[in-house]
């Protein structure tokens, strides 16, 4: 009936306010709680318990001193978080909160070693999701400061834009006390825009929805495109790959899977995985093609990337990762 069906797999599909107080009580017991945003899946866990955020790594399969995005329910809340704000951080706050996009920021008393990778920066984001949101203002409630949450895959691999996906991705990983709450499909679909605001001048770490153009226009100021080493994992060499080796712009052969935007026409024997009409389209499905290459048991996808200044940016950023293999 309404009772969420919690007891097989771990799967909430039916998203009510109960079933998300009980979320919140799951993640506040220690257990972790894989959630839907607008950009990706999350596996959240609460950012002040030690134990509970050694579990997202366990369960990731990802080396310990990468930092973790903490997700609050309210902008206010990043001042527990950080008390060195910038002026320039507080007005893309207040103009893409809630949304595709995190600040780093200098770290507070609350923002354990467990949580920075050892830095002296946090990550946070207010996610655009209604779920996501009811989450964390449910976990708000019981006295939570923040959900701690990477994306919901195995380090390296494509991020989740649905339950299914992260189910199949983390399911053998999780335990009973674990939960996935279903929330549909990602409406943006790759992950958010990171901008490092502990300098004078705000700096693209990870494209995303959220573009360098909105960023300028929001702050005032230019960008920083300083070269320096970035701890982003997304900054790799090879992350965000399918088992299926990507290859970018090439002339597909017989049997390749094959990503397009819709004008593009399949040329013969090729598997056309998706056709977007437009770029934000293309950024909505392009995981769910990656995935279903791998479905597929392909051997290959083609990729024609995307053009432009928008979230074909973060298109193209994610595809060069990807082609690079795992
Ligand atoms: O859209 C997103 O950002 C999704 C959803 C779930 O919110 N999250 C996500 O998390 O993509 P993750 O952990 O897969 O990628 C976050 C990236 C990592 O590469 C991490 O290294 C970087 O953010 N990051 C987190 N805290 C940082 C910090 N203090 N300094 C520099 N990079 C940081
Ligand atoms: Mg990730």
Redesign the pocket.
Known sequence: MSEPNIASGQFVSNCTADAMDRAAEVLKSGALVAFP?E????LGADATNAAAVARIYKVKGRPAD????V?LADMQDIADWSDDIPEYAIALARDFWPG?M?L?LKRSELAKDFI?GG?E???L?V?DHVIALALLSSFKKIGGKGIA???ANRFGHV?PTTAAAASEELSPYLSAQDLILDGGASAVGV??T?IDCTSQLPRI??PGAITAQQIADSTGLSLSDSGEE??????LDHHYSPEAKVLLDIEPISGDGFIALAHIQTPEAVIRLASPKNNDEFARVLYTALRAADQQSLARVVVMQPTGNDISVAIRDRLLRASRGR
């Open positions: 945003t950009t990706v899946y999350g990468h930092p973790l995005i997700h595709p995190t780093i920075t830095q920066t946090v990550g984001r996610p949450a990477p994306s991020s992950e958010s990171i770490l990870r970035i701890r982003v994992s997304g900054a």
